[in-house]
């Protein structure tokens, strides 16, 4: 099938879309910080797998991954995965972190989307790829102001983007998962958010089967379960006030 890049490989979603490329064929490049899960999940796949470990966060980070993914192979499928968020007001942020979620999920999607698009162009290849957005890009939140901005930077890049290269046959495709059973709310710096209570969290593997079928199909935007698009449809119409009000409760702490 070819050789697919995947970031954030390690854990959660980005581990369960290196298993779905391999299962269908794909030799991989994985990427993320942490070499030795990476090792350890190459070590289970079938098919060829070499480890790039590059942290997203850093300036220049995408290009340098990008350069030693296409070294001596060519990537022809792209999986934007890598990214996270902090949880907190906004007037109380401006640390490394909320600086870092910044790149890795704007800069870095970005920079990596441009480099596959020209080479995609460039060798005449019908190439994929698929931007791991969010519900979260549907609406604004306060508490999470960062990470809803960046993942509806996310979203309403990709769904532009895949038009513009509709015509070259290659497609781009904006996955908008709710919450997962991941360590996502453990690492934003919140364990116990209301929102947990409200929508169901789905499982890793059930969220990247989803994401997977759509990018095969060559679809705009996926949005995997059935309650995460009763929610999508009711935010295109609650006013933009009403729902930030909302979701400073639903991301706030239970105790």
């Given amino acids: 099938m070819g050789w697919a890049l995947i970031t954030g490989a390690s854990s959660g979603l980005g581990l369960e879309f290196a298993k779905l490329a391999a299962a269908d064929g794909w030799n991989l490049v994985i990427s993320a910080r942490r070499e030795d899960e990476l090792r350890a999940l190459a070590d289970t796949l079938p098919t060829e797998v070499v480890v790039v470990t590059a942290d997203l966060a850093e300036p220049g980070a995408a290009d340098r991954l990008w350069q030693a993914a296409n070294d001596g192979r060519?990537?022809?499928?792209?999986?934007?995965?890598?990214?996270f968020g902090v949880h907190g007001r906004f007037a109380t942020c401006g640390d490394d972190r909320e600086r870092g979620s910044v790149t890795v999920n704007m800069v870095a999607v970005t920079?990596?989307?441009?480099n596959a698009l020209k080479q995609f162009r460039a060798s005449g290849t019908k190439g994929k790829v698929l931007n791991v957005a969010s519900l979260a890009g549907y609406m604004p939140s306060p508490n999470m102001a960062i990470y809803h901005a960046t993942k509806s930077y996310v979203?309403?890049?990709?769904?532009?983007?895949?038009?513009e290269c509709k015509r070259d046959g290659i497609t781009v495709t904006a996955l908008c998962p709710g919450p997962s059973k991941t360590n996502f709310f453990g690492a934003a710096g919140i364990d116990s958010a209301w929102l947990t209570s409200?929508?169901?969290m789905l499982a890793p593997d059930v969220i990247a089967r989803a994401g997977w079928r759509a990018l095969?199909?060559?679809?705009r935007v996926e949005v995997p379960g059935f309650v995460t698009k009763l929610v999508v449809l009711s935010a295109k119409i609650t006013p933009r006030g009403l729902l930030a009000r909302m979701n400073g409760f639903f991301w706030s702490g239970r105790g």
């Fill in 111 to 114: 920079e990596l989307m441009q």
């Fill in 216 to 219: 095969k199909a060559g679809k």
């Fill in 198 to 200: 409200f929508l169901p």
């Fill in 155 to 163: 979203l309403t890049l990709s769904e532009a983007v895949h038009y």
């Fill in 74 to 83: 060519s990537i022809d499928l792209l999986v934007n995965n890598a990214g």
